[in-house]
């Protein structure tokens, strides 16, 4: 792991100017269900982000660990990120902890021992909506004959204010077969309304809170979901 970051530091530091203002972030939610692209992947959970940008490029760390149940899967994502004018492009390496590998050591990228999928994005937000597309290209992310799945999901999402609070409409569907999603064949998977807010505690101090709500057509299921940020 430290190689990977220190190849992507390298990375941003040789293609920003030495003038780029460098940020970085430090934060984490807590969520009473883990719901992704419209998948249940586990209970209650605390899921902390560390990240670093400059000129356009992020590097970001997210993780999610159960709070309740420890028995729920383990995430650790990598993911370097480039943006300009409304174009995003990246790569994320995700490790879980359940896979083939069943210790789930990190450091396992054989094709039959990685629990890593590594998946490419490209997006672009219009401002009034934006448009992403995810692909798999390697890691544990196969079909039934062993050939790669090269599993994909596409998501369309609209942001607007309505009644103080700040709201985003989601759809989600995967396009082809993929044993990753649950698929057969094309499926919508996720359908979601999500709603945060700011909360007031103190005159200096205010959480922010979020409630979604998320349906998956393909598996039958509906989750709302609660959680909030540091």
Not at 124 to 129: G, I, L, P, R
């Amino acid at each position: 792991m430290k190689k990977i970051i220190s190849i992507a530091m390298t990375l941003i530091a040789a293609v920003c100017p030495l003038h780029a203002e460098i940020e970085t972030t430090v934060g984490a939610d807590i969520v009473s269900r883990y719901i992704w692209r419209g998948c249940d992947l586990g209970g209650a959970a605390i899921q902390p982000t560390l990240g670093v940008g400059a000129a356009g490029f992020d590097l970001t760390l997210w993780g999610s660990t159960g709070i309740v149940d420890w028995t729920d899967t383990k995430e650790f994502d990598i993911t370097l990120s480039y943006g300009v004018a409304g174009l995003s492009v990246g790569v994320t390496d995700y490790w879980f902890n359940a896979g083939p590998e069943p210790y789930g050591r990190y450091f396992k990228y054989g094709k039959e021992t990685t629990n890593h999928l590594f998946e490419a994005f490209v997006g672009y937000d219009f401002s009034f909506a934006s448009i992403t597309w995810n692909t798999n290209f390697a890691g544990n992310d196969f079909k039934a004959d062993g050939s790669s799945a090269f599993s994909s999901y596409c998501e369309l999402a609209a942001p607007f204010s309505l009644g103080g609070a700040e709201w985003t409409a989601s759809l989600g569907f995967v396009p082809f077969e993929s044993p990753l999603y649950g698929t057969d064949g094309f499926a919508v998977t996720n359908i979601s309304l999500t709603g945060s807010k700011e909360l007031g505690i103190t005159g200096s101090f205010s959480l922010p809170i979020s409630a979604g709500l998320t349906i998956n057509p393909c598996t039958e299921m509906a989750y709302l979901v609660f959680g909030f940020s540091f």
